[in-house]
C-alpha cells in the first residue's frame, strides 16, 4: 500500500525555536492536511491545502503556523516560535478527493518543546 | 455538545466477544462517516466507512441512523489483535475530519 512520509519521526527543541515538519504526499493525492495529538487527547484538524493554498483551518491554527509545498512535493509544516502547549503528535494525512473518503496518515512527528 | 462524542471504555471483552460501540455527532450537516483505528502513540487508519444503508466487512458492521445522528460499530468474534482505540470520524463538508476521543478495546485471552 502506498505511505506518507514524515520526516523527523521525532523532534525535541526549546521553546521559542522555529520548527519545520516534514511530509511527503502519495504521488497522486492532490488533498494534504495536518492533524495533531496531544497525548491522551483526540485527533484535532489544523489545515486543509489544496491547489497550492490553505483551504481552510481550525481555531489552533494560528499566525505562527503556515505551511507550503516548497518544491512541489514535499509538504511542510512551520511552527514560528513553539510554545510548551505545542507538544503533541503531528500527524500528515493526504487524499485523492475533496470528500476524504481515504485518507492515509503518516506514521507521525513527535515534538516536544521544552 | 461535543462535535463527535463517544465512550472512551475501556471496553474489556474476551477473545470471541461480540462489542459494540457507539456515536453521536452534532453537525447535522455531517456528509460522510468513518470508523478509524488507533493503535498506541501510532497513526490512524481507516477501518470502514459507514453508510446508511449499513455496511459489514468481515467481522466489522458499521451502522448510520441519520435521524438519531448516531453511528456504530459491531465486532464480531474478537480477536486479541483487534485490541486497540476506535475512532468515530465525521467529515463535516468542509475538508476536515472531526475525530472523537475514540472508544478503548482491550481483548484478552
Known sequence: ?114 | RKEVEQDPGPFNVPEGATVAFNCTYSNSASQSFFWYRQDCRKEPKLLMSVYSSGNEDGRFTAQLNRASQYISLLIRDSKLSDSATYLCVVNTGFQKLVFGTGTRLLVSP
Open chain 1, 1 to 114: 500500500e502506498p505511505e506518507v512520509t514524515q520526516t523527523p519521526s521525532h523532534q525535541v527543541t526549546q521553546m521559542g525555536q522555529e520548527v519545520i515538519l516534514r511530509c511527503v504526499p502519495i504521488s497522486n493525492h492532490l488533498y494534504f492536511y495536518w492533524y495533531r495529538q496531544i497525548l491522551g487527547q483526540k485527533v484535532e484538524f489544523l489545515v486543509s491545502f489544496y491547489n497550492n493554498e490553505i483551504s481552510e483551518k481550525s481555531e489552533i491554527f494560528d499566525d505562527q503556523f503556515s505551511v507550503e509545498r516548497p518544491d512541489g512535493s514535499n509538504f511542510t509544516l512551520k511552527i514560528r516560535s513553539t510554545k510548551l502547549e505545542d507538544s503533541a503528535m503531528y500527524f500528515c494525512a493526504t487524499g485523492q478527493g475533496a470528500r476524504n473518503e481515504k485518507l492515509f496518515f503518516g506514521s507521525g512527528t513527535q515534538l516536544s518543546v521544552l
